[in-house]
T-cell receptor, first 113, second 117 residues
């Protein structure tokens, strides 16, 4: 069984300040972990993925995430928020032995000018 | 095509009506998934195809939901006798790899927004 908990349903940041989106997972197998972004009325876009290689994963648009097995966490960060980062973000887990993706509840990011 | 295409983009159905939602995956992609995303929530798994075989339908909420992929490419999700709780965005995703090949990426379509009135 696998599950994902995104600890914040909403995050508000000022433009130019750091962003932190928290994610904890549970998985019976060695997990693959993903972060997706969803802009209004648009499809899900992959930001980055962890598949048992380097624990610090760099993604698109300046985002990165660190896999911490001891904490079962996969938090997403960005050093400096941009207005275009305002969107919904989903942490996703998948079992290494299967394909089904399990999504967290999402974190809506608001960026203030 | 270059991406996963879903149609229609929007669908309004009267309660009790049957609907059919179409997904055109990326050419050559082996795996195809359907997800349901209710308003304000994350997508939830409905069903999975590897080529034409439906390997997992554990997420289908009731026997009113039926999916097929007869030739291993285009897929259709059918909902019979729609109910208001079926209102959601239905997402399709495809992947080059088959089951177990987790390192292949997933490409999502823009979804079909179903509203049952």
């Amino acid at each position: 069984a696998q599950s994902v908990t995104q600890l914040d349903s909403h995050v508000s940041v000022s433009e130019g300040t750091p962003v932190l989106l928290r994610c904890n997972y549970s998985s019976s197998y060695s997990p693959s972990l993903f972060w997706y972004v969803q802009h209004p009325n648009k499809g899900l876009q992959l930001l980055l993925k962890y598949t048992s290689a380097a624990t610090l994963v760099k993604g698109i648009n300046g985002f990165e995430a660190e896999f911490k097995k001891s904490e079962t966490s996969f938090h997403l960060t960005k050093p400096s928020a941009h207005m275009s980062d305002a969107a919904e973000y989903f942490c996703v887990v998948s079992q290494a032995a299967g394909n089904k993706l399990t999504f967290g509840g999402g974190t809506r990011v608001l960026v203030k000018p | 095509g270059a991406g996963v295409s879903q149609s229609p983009r929007y669908k309004v159905a009267k309660r009790g009506q049957d609907v059919a939602l179409r997904c055109d995956p990326i050419s050559g992609h082996v795996s195809l998934f359907w997800y349901q995303q209710a308003l304000g929530q994350g997508p939830e798994f409905l069903t999975y195809f590897q080529n034409e075989a439906q390997l997992d339908k554990s997420g289908l909420p009731s026997d009113r939901f039926f999916a097929e992929r007869p030739e291993g490419s285009v897929s259709t999700l059918k909902i019979q006798r729609t109910q208001q709780e079926d209102s959601a965005v239905y997402l399709c995703a495809s992947s080059l790899g088959g089951q177990g090949k987790i390192n292949y990426g997933y490409t999502f379509g823009s979804g079909t927004r179903l509203t049952v009135v």
